[in-house]
């Protein structure tokens, strides 16, 4: 069927195009407010001005819808009421107790028990959303708090009222360029506060249950019971498998457990989403039509049962869009009116962006309605457009039923990687833009892995369902959800070994994917034109690749520290193209590559990293490497004469990620030179042997220089490495790392005076190297820090030597004194 057709059967599509665009403008424009009622009343005269007149009724209609949606997600997003807890809210934590309620399924996250990359062990914690009531004075307040408590799992759920101590601040956004901006996405959510119980102590956390009834309760108490049946039912790896594809609640699987299941391109399977529902909506369908139910009956308790089903399972937008699509075909049989799908999804699309608009930047939202809106607009006309040859039927019907019945496999088998590689190829971009990541693999495992989800998925509801009625039935169930979901993570484990199965990708710019999906939409508008229409995609998906393979030009040397709290991580590009790593890691954990290190090599197009320097074997500098070696080839690693000697656990696993990637490794010492072009490394520390003490007295000292200018980085510099370095003649540094996150006793008076550059940075968390700040400024040089002002990047070139901060991108030239430390908007910095 012509798209144009199916429009004219979907009257709300266009309405959802045209206020899905509003939204878009919104977001992305920064529109005043007063914009939306302007354009809302240029619409409705349009309207007015020829109400008889077709072409000015639709275009005043759709402006209007425009306005009315742009309008909604602005004061979803810029309004709240004057007592909204998000005003009380600052960039530093202060101990605040609130009253409020809980609205969201509290999730557990287990401790990291054994990881020999975390420093630190990370704490059990219990993250939730609590509706502010009031302060502790009784002073009413309003909005949501995203609600984190460290240690054992308290006792409350979705419902619940709650007092509650805790640190209180502003979200923090990102830190650095590439860096995911945690901020922004609890705005999405109409979040502006965060809360932190560190301890829960008498007094700190009171939990007032409920006993009444309510949705939100039944809810809770189910999705509890469903899970407490799986582990008693089945082993642990597939019961935590069994409450993620079930229930949504995915924590017990680890952060590599997902990352596997994203890195192959399968995670849809496992994640609820649509494809659950429709699966379990056509089961009971057929089961209940199977056992003599009539149609009407039949649809009410479909419809009943999946919007049940989507709220036990977290109702996401995806999960959502599929309960109000088979709501909208129930109701259509019950009412015995013809529906259409398309029909259904414009309006589910409707609804999501009722609830909340910005749901229109969710990922899982946005592959979701991609996926159905191929489905339903360019797949199924195609597929249904041939009417049967009465000849071939004949011609089957005369084959033995063996051979009918492989034929149909065979096809379904055919159709359903048909299908995986449409919209795989048409999800592509999308999730290299949104993940940096493509899998390939996922094409040639999509299909199976469907299969065994699906059965998995049929089996486990029915075990449920049994064991709610009739325990004692269960055991011959739960072995095919057991089975399904071991093959299932067999095959995925096997997927994620192949060579070349999964690739990452630099940053995808928003102009080429609104390109790509603009010529998309026109292959499913203009069917007659899909030739040309396809090579133009293909040409532009051509253009892309090289785009993002093709790094950022620059004509100097391009020195960035990221903010990664308390740890070190400096990216050096040199005017050649080679790209320097000195140090990734944190005290936090290896997740530090992940979050901040890979991204920003992504956004700056990096592919590549010729050689790491590790300064020496403390943890927070270096625990992030093996996950560097999984998403970038990396040409060298080079480590201080005693690295390896240090007899721990993380350097233990960071040698054998280097002896098993094959990444040939080299140890630096005082007097060793490397050049990069015009770039000179001299390594002025440490000795091939000594000094005695801890790793940070023979923390790796490199003094860096180009066109006559000098950075020195310190790495943890400390105790007799620094009364070693103080020995050498002071030089003419223009900037200068602050040894050990500029902590005080690393950075004596004595040294900032050896030293005197003219800018000195740290890689400092929260409240550090204030001290030192003060030392520094103190002979004359300026001071700026990786907290608060997020990654801080040195160039050096033609016009000078410059640097500027994340949070203040505006350059000052190198040589002048910042008034205070940590000042987030320095002036011009001018000798």
Excluded at 174 to 200: F, S, Y
Excluded at 280 to 309: D, Q, T
Excluded at 627 to 633: N, Q, S, T, V, Y
Aim: glycine content about 10%; aromatic content about 8%; charged content about 20%.
């Amino acid at each position: 069927m012509p798209f144009a057709d199916l429009l004219l059967r979907a009257p709300l599509a266009p309405v959802a195009v045209v206020a899905t665009l509003g939204i878009l403008a919104d977001r992305y424009l920064s529109l005043p407010v007063a914009f939306w009622p302007a354009l809302g009343v240029v619409g409705l005269a349009l309207w007015l001005a020829r109400p008889h007149r077709a072409a000015f009724a639709l275009a005043g209609v759709a402006i209007v819808s425009s306005a009315v949606a742009g309008l909604h997600h602005h004061l979803a997003h810029h309004y709240f009421p004057p007592d909204d807890v998000g005003f009380l809210a600052t960039d530093e934590s202060m101990l605040l107790r609130l009253r409020g309620r809980i609205v969201e399924e509290p999730t557990f996250d287990p401790p990291a028990i054994g990881d020999p990359l975390r420093s630190v062990p990370e704490a059990a914690r219990t993250r939730t959303v609590l509706q502010a009531e009031s302060l502790a004075d009784g002073t009413p307040a309003s909005g949501l708090v995203a609600l984190t408590i460290d240690g054992p799992r308290p006792a409350m759920r979705a419902g619940d009222q709650v007092e509650v101590t805790g640190w209180f601040h502003r979200p923090r956004g990102a830190d650095n360029p590439g860096e995911r901006d945690n901020a922004a996405a609890l705005l999405d959510r109409g979040i502006r506060a965060v809360m932190h119980v560190k301890r829960v102590g008498p007094g700190v956390l009171d939990v007032r249950t409920d006993d009444g009834w309510s949705i939100d309760r039944a809810v809770a108490a189910v999705r509890a019971w469903s899970r407490r049946s799986l582990d008693d039912s089945l082993p642990p790896a597939e019961a935590g498998l069994a409450a993620a594809l079930l229930l949504g609640d995915g924590t017990a699987l680890t952060r590599a457990d997902w990352e596997r299941y994203v890195r192959t391109g399968v995670v849809h399977v496992l994640a609820v989403s649509g494809q659950h529902l429709a699966i379990l909506a056509g089961f009971l369908w057929f089961l209940l039509r199977g056992v003599g139910v009539r149609r009407r009956n039949g649809a009410a308790a479909v419809a009943l049962a999946l919007c049940f089903y989507s709220l036990l399972a977290g109702g996401r937008p995806p999960v959502l869009r599929a309960a109000v699509m088979v709501v909208v075909a129930s109701l259509g049989l019950f009412l015995r009116r013809p529906t259409t799908p398309a029909n259904g999804f414009a309006l589910a699309w409707l609804i999501i962006l009722i609830m909340n608009p910005s749901d229109v930047a969710d990922p899982g939202c946005q592959f979701s309605f991609l996926c159905v809106a191929l489905l339903i607009w360019g797949l199924s006309p195609r597929l249904s457009e041939n009417d049967p040859d009465p000849l071939q039927i004949v011609i089957d019907a005369s084959r033995p039923a063996w051979l009918r019945a492989l034929r149909a496999v065979g096809w379904a088998v055919l159709s359903s990687y048909v299908i995986t590689l449409v919209l795989g190829l048409a999800v592509m971009p999308l999730t290299a833009a949104r993940y940096h990541l493509i899998s390939p693999v996922g094409l040639l495992i999509g299909p199976p892995a469907i299969a065994l989800a699906s059965v998995a998925l049929i089996a486990g509801f029915l075990q449920l369902t049994v064991a709610l009625a009739l325990p004692a039935a269960v055991p011959p169930i739960a072995p095919v959800t057991r089975w399904s979901l071991a093959w299932l993570e067999a095959l995925v484990q096997a997927a994620d070994r192949i060579p070349g199965g999964h690739v990452y990708v630099n940053d995808v710019g928003w102009w080429w994917l609104a390109g790509f999906y603009l010529l998309l939409t026109a292959m499913l508008i203009w069917p007659g034109r899909i030739r040309p229409l396809a090579g133009a995609l293909a040409g532009w998906l051509a253009i892309g690749l090289a785009v993002i393979a093709v790094p950022r030009s620059h004509d100097g040397l391009r020195v960035t520290f990221l903010a990664v709290g308390h740890g070190g991580a400096t990216v050096i590009e040199a005017p050649d193209g080679r790209v320097v790593l000195i140090d990734c890691g944190c005290a936090l954990g290896p997740d530090v590559t992940r979050r901040v290190i890979a991204p920003f090599l992504w956004h700056r197009r990096i592919r590549r990293i010729d050689e790491v320097f590790l300064t020496h074997a403390d943890l927070d500098h270096f625990n992030g490497l093996p996950a560097l070696l999984e998403r970038f080839p990396v040409g060298r690693v080079s480590l201080t004469p005693t690295f390896a000697d240090k007899p721990t656990p993380g350097v233990r696993e960071t040698l054998r990620h280097l002896t098993q990637t094959g990444v040939p490794t080299r140890v630096v010492k005082a007097g060793d030179r490397f050049e990069a072009g015009e770039v000179s490394f001299d390594v002025i520390h440490p000795p091939a042997v000594g000094p005695a003490g801890p790793e940070n007295a023979r923390s790796l000292v490199c003094v860096i220089g180009h066109r006559g200018r000098t950075i020195v980085l310190t790495g943890d510099l400390d105790m007799d490495g620094r009364a070693e370095v103080m020995r050498r003649r002071p030089m003419a540094m223009d900037v200068w790392l602050a040894p050990h996150h500029g902590g005080k006793s690393a950075n004596p008076p004595e040294l900032a005076a050896w030293a005197r550059p003219k800018l000195a940075v740290a890689h400092n968390g929260t409240g550090e190297a204030r001290d030192a700040a003060k030392r520094y400024l103190e002979v004359g040089a300026s001071f700026v820090g990786t907290w608060p002002s997020g990654a801080i990047t040195i160039v050096s070139d033609d016009n000078g030597l410059w640097y500027s901060t994340h949070h203040d991108p505006q350059r000052s030239e190198i040589g002048g004194r910042l008034p205070a430390f940590g000042f987030r908007s320095p002036a011009r910095l001018v000798d």
